[in-house]
Structures are given as C-alpha cells and as structure tokens.
C-alpha cells in the first residue's frame, strides 16, 4: 500500500484540513476530519483542530473514500493572508537574512486588482539599487504562484516626501525639514522639525505675537506626541 505524510493547516471553518504529500496524481490533496477515518488512530475519526504533525496513514483507500463522500465542510482551500500582509512578510524575511537591507524597513503595500504598489525606506535612505533588488524579490513570487494572474503591474519606490509619514524612524530622518502636521484634534502646525525623540516632535517657527500695541516676531517651539498626530507631511520648499 501507498503511505502518505500528514501534516496540519486550518481551513476556514476552524477545523483541522490535513493534506496528503501524495495521492493517486501525484498532488497535495485535501482531506476534512469529519469524513475521515485514520487506520492509524484505530479507524475513528480524528478530533478536529488536534495537531497531527507527522501522523502516518494508509492513504489511498482513505483519500478516494473521502473524495466519495459528503463534506459539511467541503474541500475549502487554506485561507491566505491578505496580499499586503504576505508581501510585508515576504520583505522582512528578506531584510533579516540580508544584511545590505539591514535598515530598511516596508512603509505600505496596496494591492488594486492587478497592481500592486509597495512603499519601502532605509534609514540609511533608499537606493535605486535596493528598490531594484526588492523588486525582483517580489516579482520572482509574483510569477511563480501568480496570486494576481500573468499580467500585473508592479511598482517598488520609496514613499516620496509628498506621502505621510508612519513610523518614528521616518521622522528622525527628516529632522531639520519644514513639517506640515495637523492633530487629533484638529490643530494644524507648521515649522522645522527640530527634534524627533521616542514619543513626540518638536517643531519650530516664527510666529508674530502682540505685545501691547505693538507685534513683534518671536520663535516658538510646539512639541506634539505621535499619538496626537493625525497626519504629517514633510513641506517642499522652492
């Protein structure tokens, strides 16, 4: 008799879908606990959601049994994660096994339909070169499994100073830049940013104030907590 390897992943449902390392074409084929009775188990069902890992089964007279009945849960694929969270993943992994990408880190990824834009930055700052390799990385995965078919649209750039700012690396980098920030509660506050610590920034501008009867121009610093920031753009001066 044939012996197939089970190894366990989730299906929707939350139940256990065991999937056979060979059936009678040579492919993985997926097979619900609640239709199957492992020989190895003295044929009765297996517990759905138990860990199986490395569990051994008479797999061919089980797997056409299976295939022939009916299935509350029918064959349902393993869900995946969502295709920005795949791709973050993808590139963190590359990060952490390479050390020229050793600083840098994935701002945003967006998927529409058959594009898919990734945003990435260094704190050593990006390099056509980084943006290249990455792209190639991800095109490599693209073309294999094809997850979004054969013709797509692939775009990997650093996110532009006309893009929000996310992360506190981000603004340590563009300490010294004009800063557009506007709050949680709606305040709006322009100036350099002269510092950028662990939980908040300080910006500085001139500000005229009235002293008496007259205005005078003074300098003022506003710190502002990330926390409280709801969007800040680094300001482009011409």
């Not at 797997?63 to 299976?66: D, K, P, Q, V």
């Not at 499994?145 to 979004?148: A, S, V």
């Not at 563009?174 to 800063?179: A, C, E, H, S, T």
């Given at each position: 008799?044939?012996h197939g390897?089970v190894?366990r992943v989730?299906?929707?449902?939350?139940v256990?879908v065991?999937y056979s390392r060979?059936?009678t074409?040579g492919?993985f084929e997926p097979i619900?606990?609640s239709c199957?009775?492992?020989?190895?188990?003295?044929?009765?069902?297996h517990p759905e959601?138990?860990?199986i890992?490395?569990l051994f089964f008479?797999s061919?007279p089980i797997?056409?049994?299976?295939r022939?009945?009916e299935?509350k849960?029918?064959f349902?694929?393993?869900?995946?994660?969502?295709?920005?969270?795949?791709?973050?993943?993808?590139?963190?992994?590359?990060?952490?096994?390479?050390?020229?990408?050793?600083?840098?880190?994935v701002?945003?990824?967006?998927?529409?339909?058959t594009r898919?834009?990734?945003?990435v930055?260094?704190?050593?700052?990006?390099?056509?070169?980084k943006?290249?390799?990455m792209s190639?990385?991800?095109?490599?995965y693209l073309d294999e499994?094809?997850?979004?078919g054969e013709?797509y649209?692939?775009n990997?750039s650093?996110?532009?100073?006309?893009?929000?700012?996310?992360f506190?690396?981000q603004y340590?980098k563009?300490?010294?830049?004009?800063?557009k920030?506007k709050?949680t509660a709606?305040?709006?506050?322009?100036?350099?940013?002269?510092?950028?610590?662990?939980d908040?920034?300080?910006?500085?501008?001139k500000v005229?104030?009235?002293e008496?009867?007259r205005?005078k121009?003074?300098v003022?610093?506003?710190k502002i907590?990330?926390?409280?920031i709801?969007k800040?753009?680094?300001?482009?001066s011409?």
């Open positions: 008799m044939n390897r190894t989730l299906c929707p449902a939350k256990a065991l060979k059936n074409f492919a619900c606990p199957v009775t492992f020989a190895s188990q003295g044929r009765k069902k959601g138990i860990v890992d490395s008479v061919l797997l056409f049994w299976a022939a009945r299935c849960d029918g349902k694929k393993m869900p995946q994660p969502p295709m920005e969270e795949h791709i973050t993943k993808m590139l963190e992994d590359l990060f952490a096994a390479d050390e020229s990408f050793a600083d840098c880190y701002v945003e990824v967006n998927q529409t339909n898919l834009e990734i945003f930055d260094a704190d050593s700052g990006m390099t056509f070169r943006c290249q390799q190639r990385h991800v095109e490599a499994e094809q997850p979004l013709k649209t692939l990997v650093s996110p532009g100073v006309d893009r929000p700012l996310k506190q690396r340590v563009n300490v010294g830049r004009n800063m920030v709050t709606g305040e709006e506050h322009e100036g350099k940013m002269i510092a950028a610590e662990d908040a920034i300080t910006l500085e501008a005229r104030i009235k008496g009867k205005k121009t003074v003022q610093q506003t907590a990330y926390a409280d709801s800040a753009i680094v300001k482009i011409f």
